[in-house]
């Protein structure tokens, strides 16, 4: 039997001293000026995790069906060929912590707003993936996301489906998904997680050149 899991305890781990390489900050004005906005953030985020393990049904050609629900990549397809079980996610910075850079008219201070939250997902984001590797003994891992390297690779389209997998997912974190096909809040990241000896990464099969998000170089072969 699967089980679906929700976590809205991550504590925040970053430091404001990583805030500031981060943000590149040297001049002594904007320091003292970011540094309250961080620890407010910190003070206030609620990061979430919904997390859903699936079961893989079926897969034919390009069409993956997981606990009844197609999707259609062929990339996915043959990252999963001989999975049985996976992690439909979605993790987000948190509505509490987003509306703060939505109240600011300022440029620079919602640009700084912005990227603290990103910083809080990806600790948020470390700490779901570590839970889950612990609770199911899982050494290596992969993680595929909607949208993520070329437009072939995973459509975004398929961000529906993803969001029928997970379940409630509005409900239960706050997010919500626009016509756009964008998640709101923005810091937000879906998709599915599953082990993986080949260590896939979405960049892997991205032909984006001097992308500042690269974490490994584009592979060709992976894309056949």
Known sequence: MT???FRNDFPIHATFEEVKKKLLLQDQDDIDLVRPLFEQA???ARPKAICHEALVDDITGDRVTISGITFRSSIMAKNL????RVFAYIVTCGVEVDSMSHEQKDYFISLWLDMIKEIILFDAITQFIDDICNKYDIEKYATMNPGSGNVDVWPIAQQRPLFELVGDVQKDSGVILKESLLMVPTKSVSGILFPS????VNCAVCTRENCIGRKAAYNPALSK
């Open 42 to 44: 910190v003070h206030i």
């Open 197 to 200: 000896e080949s260590g896939y």
């Open 3 to 5: 089980e679906r899991f």
């Open 81 to 84: 060929k001989d999975i049985r």
